[in-house]
């Protein structure tokens, strides 16, 4: 079986300040990860992936995830957010077995000013 | 480059209806994969289309069917609606039968009234 669990469905954070948006999967085989945000009334972006390789991913507008097999954690974190970060953020796997994607429920980021 | 594009943005039927949501690929993107998306919730992966043949399928009723073209657009057919369908309807493409780098377009906004 395979899940996806955000551990926070709302983030409230003032503007500038850091933030980390949690992720745990799991997963008994190899999985790639993902992050994506979601704007309102819009599809969702990618802003990063692990694949493989190096566990502290960059992705875009300065977010970077942190993959840790042990805790099979994929948290998502940012060091000082901007007003423009307010969005819905979503975290999910590509079970390479099963050739499906699994996400999780979401976690609203509110940057406050 | 054109993204992943999507027809109609929203769409409003009568419950029994049918519905047919239209979907492009990015450039170069043989794949599609459909999800729906309930308000306040992360996507629910529906089907998978390479080429032109359903290759994986999430946990929905027949009543949610697809087809895929020879150009690799798709479509998502969509009998006896239901209230419960209302949702936002997303297509992500990718390349090579694996969906695990995708891209979405906007979605479609599906209400069954």
């Known amino acids: 079986a395979q899940s996806v669990t955000q551990l926070d469905s709302q983030v409230p954070v003032f503007e500038e300040a850091p933030v980390e948006l949690r992720c745990n999967y799991s997963?008994?085989?190899?999985?790639?990860l993902f992050w994506y945000v979601q704007y309102p009334n819009q599809g969702l972006q990618l802003l990063l992936k692990?694949?493989?390789?190096?566990?502290l991913v960059k992705g875009i507008n300065g977010f970077e995830a942190e993959f840790n097999k042990s805790q099979t954690s994929f948290h998502l974190r940012k060091p000082s957010v901007h007003i423009s970060d307010t969005a819905e953020y979503f975290c999910?796997?590509?079970?390479?077995?099963?050739?499906?994607?699994?996400f999780g429920d979401g976690t609203t980021l509110t940057v406050k000013p | 480059d054109a993204g992943v594009t999507q027809s109609p943005t929203h769409l409003i039927k009568t419950r029994g209806q049918q519905v047919t949501l239209r979907c492009s690929p990015k450039?170069?993107?043989?794949?599609v994969s459909w999800y729906q998306q309930a308000l306040g919730q992360g996507p629910q992966f529906i089907f998978q289309y390479y080429e032109e043949e359903e290759r994986q399928r999430g946990n929905f009723p027949d009543r949610f069917s697809g087809h895929q073209f020879p150009n690799y657009s798709s479509e998502l057919n969509v009998n006896a609606l239901l209230l419960g369908d209302s949702a936002l309807y997303l297509c992500?493409?990718?390349w090579g039968g694996g969906n695990y780098e995708q891209y979405f377009g906007p979605g479609t906004r599906l209400t069954v009234t």
């Open positions: 992500a493409s990718s």
């Open positions: 692990y694949l493989s390789g190096s566990t």
């Open positions: 997963s008994s085989v190899s999985v790639y």
């Open positions: 999910a796997d590509y079970n390479t077995n099963a050739g499906k994607s699994t």
């Open positions: 450039s170069g993107h043989d794949t």
